[in-house]
């Protein structure tokens, strides 16, 4: 069992910037960040792979929002700058040992509790 740990949430204004952190208690292949609006399902962000450091990135944030990873650390890192209004949401840290696409909720095996973020216009 791995438990993932996210912190870094906040309220900020439009234009602002804020770093999400996640630190897993045990090794996996793969971590992703994903979000939920209020009414809205769960949307995928980002996600690394934690021994190439491959990424992707949502066309949705591409270009505002970076991941990465410190492998000592044991920590996932999502930096989103230029935030928007619609960025407003409780984003959540996932992590998986299993091969796939990295896109999809079910992909995932192990979740944490998720963090708010609120961005003011």
Do not use: H
């Amino acid at each position: 069992q791995v438990q993932l740990v996210e912190s870094g949430g906040g309220l900020v204004q439009a234009g602002g910037s804020l770093r999400l952190s996640c630190a897993a208690s045990g090794r996996t292949s793969t971590a992703g960040w994903f979000r939920q609006a209020p009414g809205k399902e769960r949307e995928f962000v980002a996600r690394v792979s934690w021994s190439a450091g491959s990424t992707y990135i949502s066309d949705s944030v591409k270009g505002r929002f970076t991941i990465s990873r410190d492998n000592a650390k044991n920590t996932v890192y999502l930096q989103m700058n230029s935030l928007k209004p619609e960025d407003t949401a409780v984003y959540y840290c996932a992590a998986t040992r299993k091969s796939g696409s990295y896109y999809n909720t079910y992909e995932y095996d192990y979740w944490g509790q998720g963090t708010q973020v609120t961005v003011s216009s």
